[in-house]
């Protein structure tokens, strides 16, 4: 019998917020029963670790050079590209998306799933989204934004102006578990895709689990004493347009993260809601349960916050896949993996042939079979004069940043907190020269010739700095339709 599918996914959560995985500060009973019954797959990296991009790369399995999405910006795989969801939809699957999905330019999109219940961070209408919509049947039309304030308050945490109840968190469990139970009885198999938009920023719990934890008992950030020479362009960008880059505040840092675990315990919990009902149900044991994250969060180390670089807490993702009949329960796998390596993982559970050559990535049971048979994954946030490049193997890593005309080295086994960029380092020439020659093969071979010209190089661009003044670069982040919702004084 193929088993029905439940696909848990989180956004910007960072890889190390697992209890069972060794983060003594959070509490995530739920996720440490994945640990407990499944495979913690431990270096598992984004195709791109940017929302949009990671999405696309994820549900093709092609990686930004194949799908021509590097970015927010641009617009995913034309609609009638193959998907995972396609395959399963036409395979005798029954297929919901549920919550985020961030399908650029249309947020409304199917592409492959038979049905969704939508839930985006900012919509354009609120008739169209159904969350959105939903809320203002519920007499919550005065709520703005429902997952808290951006702009100038993206990394201020706060408390949501909504209850439990109407949180996003809960309204997206909710839908998995109607979903669950009525599947319950159906024949044929199911693929749920159940998507968080948390704990994305703004960090905003809901009451009463905004207590949950205290800024004194949060760990201080990451601050190598190398600083400098860690960072790149789009680390001083982000800094800039987040309202992140005129000093930093620790105390403040310690509450962003005491927030940003209550926002990573309140999705656990709504995870153990889901659980229950898939067991009540009598679908636990029949059930392929994946969870994994587009990307992760600075949450100030290096000085930073947001995403979009390559360090390992921003570019790794948690990755946890729970086998029916318990295969492989309790393993921890180191090595490396991919959110491309879903697409393969979801067609050979489902039973559905394809072949090696249709994906960029391997069966997750492939990987932690020790047969995966490759040394390296990548990833690649934009390109041309603004490129960012990552090639990783279970020893080095290896970056490119186009705006700095910078190369970056870490070791890996011996520096897993990247304090020291080797890449200058006269007894790792061989080394880099090695990883840098591989890495520009692979993006010729793929026809990212925006990076290279194939001449073994680099391709050269003029380096970028940030503006000097510091207002140059803030940005806005509002629903279109908000001032109409201003009263005028009388």
């Given amino acids: 019998m193929r088993p029905n599918i439940l696909h848990l996914f989180t956004d910007q959560q960072r890889f190390d917020t697992i209890s069972a995985l060794g983060n003594p500060h959070i509490h995530t009973p739920n996720f440490d029963r994945l640990v407990h019954e499944g495979t913690a797959f431990t ?6 670790p940017e929302c949009v991009p990671a999405r696309a790369s994820m549900i093709t399995g092609w990686y930004p050079p194949r799908t021509n999405c590097y970015c927010n910006e641009q617009a995913m795989p034309a609609e ?24 650029t330019k249309d947020p409304h999109a199917l592409r492959g799933f ?14 169209a989204d159904d969350y959105a919509r939903w809320l203002v049947e519920e007499g919550y039309d005065w709520v703005l934004e429902p997952h ?18 109407a949180h996003p968190v809960t309204w997206v469990a909710d839908h998995t578990i109607q979903y669950i139970e009525c599947q319950g009885k159906a024949e044929e198999p199911w693929y749920a895709f159940c998507s968080f ?36 362009f789009v680390n001083r960008f982000q800094n800039r347009y987040k309202y992140r880059d005129r000093g930093i505040d620790l105390n403040l840092v310690r509450c962003i993260r005491a927030y940003y675990y209550a926002c990573v315990s309140f999705i656990d919990w709504q995870l153990g809601r889901i659980f229950k009902a898939l067991e009540e149900s009598g679908q636990w044991d029949n059930t392929l349960i994946m969870l994994s994250s587009d990307h992760g969060e600075y949450l100030g180390d290096y000085g930073c916050f947001g995403k979009r670089g390559m360090h390992e807490v921003s570019a790794r993702v948690p990755m946890l896949v729970r086998w029916p009949g318990g295969e492989y329960a309790g393993r921890t796998c180191s090595e490396v ?49 603004n490129g960012l490049y990552l090639m990783v193997s279970k020893n080095w890593k290896y970056i490119f940043s186009a ?56 391709r050269q661009y003029p380096k970028r700095s940030i503006p000097s003044d510091p207002d140059s670069g803030l940005i806005y982040q509002d629903p279109p339709w908000w001032q109409g919702a201003l009263q005028s004084p009388s």
């Fill in 43 to 48: 270096r598992a990296y984004s195709p791109s």
């Fill in 197 to 232: 938009v948390h704990p994305h920023p703004p960090f905003a719990p809901p009451v009463p689990w905004h207590k949950s934890y205290r800024a004194p008992n949060m760990p201080l950030p990451d601050m190598p004493q190398s600083l400098d020479d860690l960072l790149c």
């Fill in 114 to 127: 038979q049905k969704r219940f939508s839930q985006e961070e900012i919509v354009e209408d609120r008739d």
């Fill in 403 to 458: 705006p700095d005309q910078r190369e970056y080295l870490f070791d890996c086994l011996n520096d897993p907190g990247e304090h020291h960029n080797l890449a200058q380092s006269p007894s790792h020439r061989e080394t880099l020269l090695r990883l840098r020659k591989d890495c520009l093969n692979w993006l010729h071979e793929v026809g990212e010739h925006e990076a290279t010209d194939g001449s073994g190089t680099w």
């Fill in 337 to 385: 993996a991919s959110l491309v390596d879903l697409a393969p993982t979801i067609l050979e559970a489902a039973e559905i042939p394809f072949s090696p050559e249709d994906f960029d990535g391997c069966s997750l049971r492939n990987v932690v079979a020790g047969k995966a048979n490759r040394e390296y994954v990548y990833s690649q946030y934009n390109r041309a004069e």
């Fill in 148 to 165: 808290g304030v951006r702009g100038e308050m993206y990394y201020v945490p706060q408390v949501s102006v909504l209850p439990e109840r």
């Fill in 80 to 103: 009638d590209t193959p998907t995972y969801m396609h395959h399963l939809s036409s395979n005798g699957y029954n297929t919901v998306g549920i919550g985020k999905c961030h399908f």
